[in-house]
C-alpha cells in the first residue's frame, strides 16, 4: 500500500480487540479449525475455550477433514495441494451476505465485483468476467456454463447458513475433477439434513446494496430419515453508474430447496437435493446501453448412494440433472445430466487405489442469446475415466500419490490429466508438499460456433460491421503446473501455509487480430477464435493464523502474481487480507477486516487495438461489524463494508456490455433466529 499512515491505522483498527471463538473460523492449515456447526452459542463458547488450553500436539492434531485434494477425507494439513477451507462459521462471523464475499478471504483467490450481481473470482492470473479457467461444485455438481466456460455467480445464491464448508484449490484438478479445472476448484459442500434441523429465520437490509431473507426447517421421520426444507428471496438494488445515476443492474432471486438423507442400512446412505429459481436480472441489450430486464430460472435434482463394501472397499455413485434458461447476454437454454461412480479400494495398510468413471450430456439451444451460433441447438457429452494410486513410502511421515484421468469430448476427442503429488511430514508441526500436473481447458460452444455479426459504427459513409466466428477446428487449451508448499506451526498460537508454484499454458484460445475487409456496401472488421502461443504465471501465495490472546484471532493472507502480459490483463500482482475475529463479554463479538487490490494498468485490446482496455486504480476494503448473541436463540449483527470510501470501482467492462459501477459504502442489519429441538424431542 502506498499510504504507510493508512496501513498502520488500518492495522490498529483490525487489532484492536481480542477474538476467541474466530479461531474456528481460521481453518488454516497450520492450526486447522473445526468446520461451522449448529451448535448454540454457548457451546461454541466453550469448545473455543477448551482449544485453547490444548497442548502443542494436541493442537496441532485437531482434524479438519477435506476430500477436494485427493478425493478421500484426510487432514487438511497434510493434504496434497494448496487448499483453504473457508468454513461455515467464517461465513457468519463475517457478515456476508453473498458467497463471492465470502471468497475475499481465501488465499490466493482474487474476487472482485462488477456491479450489483456479477462478479469476477479467479486465482493464478487470466481473471476476467468471462473466466473459464476455475471450476465450481456444489456437492460434486458443476457449476460451470459450456456455452462461455463461465460460472453465473449471481444465480448460485444458495443460503449461506446451509454452507458446511468451502475448499478451494489453487492449482490444476482435472485428474481427479475433469476437463477446465485448471487454475482450481472451488467445491462448495452443503451441510447434511442432521445439522440443519429445527427452524430457522435470517433477513439482512442494506438500503445501499439490498436486502436478503432465508427461512429453513428441518425435521426427522422416523429413525432414519431426515429431511430440510428452505425458501429465500434476494434483491439487489443497482449500483451508481461512472457516468452518474443508477446503472441498469438490479437483480431480484426468488428460490427453494429441499434436502433428504436416509440411512437406508449400517452399509448404505442416500441423499436427495434439489432446488429451484424464477429471477428477473437488469442488465444492457447487447451492443446498445439501453436497460432491460431479463428472466432467469432454472432447477436441480441431484441423487448420492454412498455402499460400504467391506472395510477396505466401498462405491459411491452420483447422478445429478439441471437445467437453467437465461436471456440477454449472454443466453441460453440448457440442460445436463451427469453420472458417476467412484471406488475406494485399500489394498494394504499403506496402499490404496480410488478409481471411476462418469458420463456428462448437456444440451442447449442459444436463440436467447442475442449473438448467433451455428449450430443454434446442439448436444455434446463427455465421457471419461481416472484412477490414483496412494503408497504410504513411511507411515504418517511420507507419501506418494500419483494418477491420471483420460476422456473424450465432441470438440477436441481424447484428452488425458495426469498427476503426481508427494507428501512428507517429518513430525506433527512441519508438512511439506509439491506435485507435478497437467490439466485441460475445452473449447466452449462460443469458441467453437459463434457466428457475431453487429454494427459498431460508420467508416467512410458506409455502415462498419464487427465479426467474430468460432473455430471448430480448436485445440484443448493445457497447462503444465509446478507446485510446492510448506506448513508449519511454530507454536500453539501461530500458524503459516506457504504455497509457491510455476504454470505453463499452452494452445491458449484468443481472438486473432482483427481483419478489415472493404464490401460495396459496407466495410467488415473480422477477427476469429484461434490457439495462440504460450504464457505462464508464477507467483506466491502466503496465508497465517495468530492467536495472541484466548479470544482474539487474526488471520491474513498475502498473493503475489506475475506472469506473461496475457496471463495478467486483468489480474493484480498483490492481493492482502487480514481479518480479527474477537469476543467481548455479554456475549457480543466484534469483527473487523482489510482487503488490499492492486491497480490494473492500461492494457492492449486484442479486439479493437484502438481502444485499450481500461484502467483500474489501487482499492481497498475496511468492513467492520459488531454481533450480539440475545440468549440462544437470536443473533443481531450491524455491518459498515466498504468503510474507507464512498465508492470505488473494482473491475473494468465485462465483454459482453454490463460497465463495472461503483461499488458503494454500506451499511447492513442482520437478523438470525434460529430453533434447534433437543436431541430425541418431538417434532
Known amino acids: 500500500m502506498k499510504n504507510p499512515l493508512m496501513v498502520m491505522a488500518a492495522v490498529c483498527l483490525l487489532t484492536a480487540l481480542p477474538h476467541g471463538a474466530a479461531a474456528q473460523g481460521a481453518a488454516t492449515a497450520g492450526a486447522p479449525a473445526p468446520p461451522g456447526s449448529e451448535n448454540s452459542e454457548a457451546q461454541a463458547g466453550q469448545e473455543a475455550r477448551q482449544a485453547a488450553d490444548l497442548d ?19 487432514r487438511l494439513f497434510e493434504a496434497p495441494a494448496a487448499i483453504f477451507v473457508l468454513t461455515g462459521e467464517d461465513i457468519r462471523r ?201 428472466l432467469v430460472k432454472g432447477g436441480d435434482v441431484q441423487v448420492r448412494w454412498k455402499h460400504t463394501i467391506s472395510d477396505r472397499s466401498s462405491i459411491e455413485t452420483l447422478a445429478y440433472c439441471d437445467w437453467y434458461t437465461r436471456f440477454g447476454a449472454p443466453g441460453e437454454k440448457r440442460n445436463s445430466c451427469d453420472l458417476e461412480l467412484q471406488h475406494s479400494y485399500q489394498i494394504t495398510p499403506r496402499q490404496s487405489l480410488i478409481s471411476g468413471g462418469s458420463f456428462f450430456s448437456t444440451g442447449d439451444n442459444l436463440s436467447p442469446d442475442p449473438a448467433a451460433y451455428l449450430p443454434e441447438r446442439r448436444r455434446t457429452s463427455v465421457i471419461a475415466g481416472f484412477a490414483q494410486y496412494e503408497i504410504k513410502i513411511i507411515p504418517d ?73 468460432g473455430n471448430p477446428n480448436l485445440r484443448s487449451e493445457h497447462i503444465l503446473a509446478s507446485e510446492v508448499g510448506y506448513r508449519v506451526q511454530p507454536s500453539a498460537a501461530l500458524s503459516f501455509d506457504l504455497a509457491l508454484y510455476y504454470n505453463r499454458y499452452d494452445n491458449l484460445i484468443v481472438i486473432s487480430p482483427s481483419a478489415t475487409e472493404v464490401l460495396p456496401t459496407s466495410v467488415l472488421i473480422a477477427s476469429q477464435f484461434v490457439n495462440g502461443p ?76 484502438s481502444l485499450p482496455l481500461q484502467s483500474v486504480p489501487t482499492f481497498n476494503r475496511i468492513d467492520v461489524g459488531v454481533g450480539w448473541h440475545l440468549g440462544s436463540q437470536w443473533t443481531v449483527s450491524l455491518w459498515g463494508r466498504n468503510l474507507q470510501s464512498g465508492h470505488h470501482v473494482e473491475t473494468r467492462d465485462d465483454t459482453i456490455g454490463d460497465a463495472a459501477e461503483e461499488v458503494p459504502r454500506s451499511l447492513a442489519f442482520e437478523i438470525l433466529w434460529r430453533f434447534k429441538p433437543e436431541p430425541g424431542a418431538s417434532q
Not at 536 to 545: F, I, K, P
Not at 576 to 592: A, C, G
Request: glycine fraction near 10%.
Open 94 to 294: 463475517g457478515g456476508f451476505s453473498t458467497l463471492p464475499e465470502a471468497l475475499r478471504m481465501v488465499p490466493g483467490l482474487y474476487v472482485a465485483q462488477t456491479n450489483s450481481h456479477l462478479w469476477q473470482i479467479s486465482a493464478r492470473g487470466f481473471s476476467d468476467l468471462d473466466n473459464n479457467k476455475m471450476l465450481v461444485l456444489v456437492d460434486g455438481r458443476s457449476e460451470y456454463s459450456p456455452e462461455l466456460g463461465i460460472v453465473y455467480w449471481d444465480v448460485l445464491d444458495m443460503p449461506l447458513e446451509n454452507i458446511e464448508r468451502v475448499e478451494v484449490i489453487r492449482g490444476p484438478g482435472g485428474t481427479l475433477w475433469g476437463e477446465n479445472a485448471v487454475n482450481g476448484v472451488i467445491n462448495i459442500i452443503t451441510k447434511s439434513a442432521a445439522q440443519m434441523q429445527g427452524m430457522l429465520v435470517s433477513t439482512s437490509a442494506s438500503e445501499e446494496t439490498g436486502y436478503t431473507t432465508t427461512v429453513r426447517y428441518g425435521s426427522q421421520i422416523g429413525q432414519n430419515l431426515t429431511y430440510s426444507v428452505f425458501g429465500r428471496a434476494s434483491y439487489w438494488e443497482p449500483f451508481e453508474s461512472t457516468f452518474g445515476g443508477k446503472g441498469p443492474d438490479e437483480f431480484l432471486l426468488p428460490q427453494a430447496g429441499l434436502r433428504l438423507d436416509w440411512t437406508a442400512s449400517s452399509r448404505d446412505t442416500v441423499s436427495l437435493e434439489s432446488g429451484g429459481y424464477d429471477g428477473r436480472q437488469g442488465s444492457t441489450s447487447f451492443a446498445s446501453n439501453i436497460p432491460a430486464s431479463y
Open 397 to 469: 511421515r511420507l507419501r506418494i500419490l500419483g494418477g491420471a484421468k483420460l476422456e473424450h469430448n465432441d470438440y477436441t476427442g481424447f484428452e488425458y490429466q495426469p498427476q503426481g503429488r508427494l507428501v512428507w511430514t517429518p513430525n506433527k508441526l512441519n508438512a511439506f508438499w509439491t506435485s507435478i500436473s497437467r490439466a485441460i481447458r475445452v473449447p466452449s460452444r462460443n469458441d467453437s460456433d459463434l457466428d457475431l455479426f453487429t454494427p459498431i459504427g460508420v467508416a467512410n459513409g458506409e455502415p462498419e460491421f464487427q465479426v467474430v466466428t
Open 534 to 609: 504460450q504464457a505462464q504465471t508464477h507467483g506466491a501465495e502466503l496465508s497465517a493464523t495468530w492467536r495472541p490472546v484466548r479470544n482474539w484471532a487474526i488471520s491474513g493472507a498475502i498473493t503475489e502474481t506475475r506472469g506473461s502480459a496475457s496471463a495478467m490483463m486483468a489480474t493484480p500482482e498483490h492481493l492482502f487480507n487480514i481479518q480479527s475475529r474477537v469476543d467481548l463479554p455479554h456475549k457480543t463479538e466484534f469483527d473487523s477486516a482489510l482487503y488490499h487490490y492492486s491497480a490494473l494498468a492500461l492494457a492492449p485490446n486484442a479486439a479493437n487495438p
Open 56 to 74: 502443542l500436539d494436541q493442537l496441532a492434531g485437531m482434524d479438519v477433514k477435506v476430500t477436494s485434494a485427493s478425493k478421500e477425507e484426510e
